[in-house]
Nanobody
Framework: QVQLVESGGGLVQAGGSLRLSCAAS????????MGWFRQAPGKEREFAAA????????VYADSVKGRFTISRDNAKNTVYLQMNSLKAEDTAVYYC?????????????????WGQGTQVTVSS
């Protein structure tokens, strides 16, 4: 089992950058696939980015591709989401998710563990 705690959210102007972090408990973090999802006000939670356990496979939603970068540091039990060129429509609560099974990729149902979320607000 793993516990996830997100940090790094906040208020930023459009065009700015933020880096989200997700710290995981436990000694087996390196065996988990990790994902970032987001939920904007009044909308369903949606996929943003994912990275496999080795860090050599990444996938992105079309809406963030070229602007967001997911990475992981297994020595620090942490996954990151670097967000550049932020837009007002990126405003959402961002959630970190983890799974140890088959590669879940974009599928929310494929992730067993979730953090509490961190708010990102982009002002236009």
């Amino acid at each position: 089992q793993v516990q996830l705690v997100e940090s790094g959210g906040g208020l930023v102007q459009a065009g700015g950058s933020l880096r989200l972090s997700c710290a995981a408990s436990g000694r087996t973090f390196s065996t988990y696939h990790m994902g970032w999802f987001r939920q904007a006000p009044g909308k369903e939670r949606e996929f943003a980015a994912a990275i496999n356990w080795r860090g050599d496979i990444t996938v992105y939603a079309d809406s963030v591709k070229g602007r967001f970068t997911i990475s992981r540091d297994n020595a620090k039990n942490t996954v990151y989401l670097q967000m550049n060129s932020l837009k007002a429509e990126d405003t959402a609560v961002y959630y970190c998710a983890a799974d140890k099974g088959p590669w879940p990729g974009r599928s929310q149902a494929g992730y067993d563990y979730w953090g509490q979320g961190t708010q990102v607000t982009v002002s236009s």
